[in-house]
């Protein structure tokens, strides 16, 4: 029964596909390279976590490899074990840390847990009492109360004679909650901070640097840096020209195109009226692929604060998201696009070479790694430049 099923799996091909995304290996690990140079004599690791940004583990993480990279930073173990299939010789750290009935995924991946706790070390200490040494690491939170053991907890277990031997941290991390703005006094707080542990754990590695980290400077990138958000194109540090290649390209096809007159509403709740006849383009791609609905063009409360919703590209222009975006169409308003150059099948960027991530991203009020990591399994995909 199920083999049957299977059998009468035929996806749409790419070039029909009712969404697809381009992603361009070849940007995304340049981008690597490029944070690589930045992070000077330390070495330079990668945050694949969230699915590799919502690009996929399995495409991300071998192109990564192959590029070089050895440390890698994943969310949870199901990500670690994944992760492990394409990168046999890498550390793969696990951000979530462990806890009880998780230990042996650890082993039999040879994952290591990023340690958050003194009830995460005993944990741990006590699953690898039974076993050989194994590697762990150990997050401090150094000033955002997000994950990790306090400062003062940090540097007293440092000093601890009774700790347990099978806790042999390799790696000591921290991470800065404001890296994006390179004024804000609380990265240098954490730095201070975090040297003094580094210090306390002399002889074992640390990292403190995330994106945006790496270009607060070199007093910042410790042995190991994490980036993230800029291997995948997004912006990493506020009001600086985003120096990544653009790594992702989203576009949906035109399911229809609709004439309709002045004075006539668009979409749920009537929230748009057009003010002249218009041309409609009615696409398929909506909330349930990760194009927020927040990106409407009217009829959501953050049209309120932020006057302009979504844009797409077609036809060399940029065309807004008319009234509220649905589950699976968006309307455009294509009004402005020469009725010859545009029809029904042609596809429409959303974000991309001439749409920047992170400008669809502030017209729905968030963030480009929110965009990313929301994507959804509906698109079809091709992996380019790998
Ligand atoms: C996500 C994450 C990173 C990467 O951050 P970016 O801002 O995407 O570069 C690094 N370290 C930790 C602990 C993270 O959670």
Not at 18 to 44: C, F, H, V, Y
Not at 74 to 81: C, F, H, I, R
Not at 269 to 296: E, N, P
């Amino acid at each position: 029964m199920d083999d049957e099923l299977d059998d009468d799996l035929i996806f749409t091909p790419f070039e029909a596909a009712p969404s697809r995304l381009t992603i361009d290996l070849g940007a995304l690990t340049e981008n690597w390279r490029m944070l690589q140079k930045a992070s000077g004599k330390a070495r330079t690791g990668a945050a694949v976590k969230g699915d590799g940004y919502g690009l996929g583990i399995e495409a991300v993480v071998p192109a990564l490899y192959d590029a070089g990279c050895r440390d890698m930073f994943v969310a949870t173990p199901d990500e670690g074990m994944l992760a492990r299939q394409f990168a046999p010789e890498a550390r793969i750290f696990v951000l979530a840390g462990v806890w009880p009935g998780v230990e042996a995924q650890f082993f039999s991946h040879d994952l290591v847990p990023v340690l958050v706790s003194e009830e995460q070390i005993a944990c741990w200490s006590n699953a690898v009492a039974f076993d050989e040494e194994r590697p762990c690491a150990l997050m401090v939170d150094t000033g955002m109360n997000r994950l990790g053991l306090s400062v003062e907890e940090a540097l007293a277990l440092a000093d601890d004679p009774t700790r347990p031997a099978s806790f042999s941290p390799v790696l000591l991390m921290s991470h800065l909650a404001c890296a994006s703005d390179p004024s804000h006094p609380l990265n240098r707080k954490q730095l201070q901070s975090f040297q003094a542990l580094a210090k306390a754990y002399e002889g074992v590695d640390s990292s403190l640097a995330n994106s945006p980290g790496i270009h607060l400077g070199p007093e910042y990138h410790f042995d190991v840096t994490r980036p993230g958000i800029a291997i995948y194109g997004g912006e990493a540090v506020d009001g600086v020209k985003n120096p990544s290649l653009p790594v992702v390209t989203a576009e949906t096809r035109i399911l229809q195109i609709r004439h309709a007159k002045a004075g006539e509403p668009v979409s749920y709740g009537a929230s748009h009226v057009l003010t002249r006849d218009s041309r409609l383009a009615i696409v398929s791609t909506g909330y349930a692929d990760g194009y927020h609905r927040a990106l409407s063009g009217s009829g959501v409360p953050l049209r309120q604060t932020i006057q302009e919703g979504g844009f797409g590209f077609v036809a060399g222009r940029r065309v807004p998201v008319a009234g509220r975006v649905t589950m699976d169409l968006t309307i455009f308003d294509v009004t402005d696009v020469p009725e010859t150059e545009i029809r029904a099948g042609d596809y429409i960027e959303l974000f991309g070479a001439h749409i920047p991530l992170d400008d669809a991203a502030r017209a729905a009020g968030t963030i480009g790694y929110e965009l990313l990591t929301s994507l959804g399994n509906r698109y079809q995909r091709a992996y380019i430049g790998g």
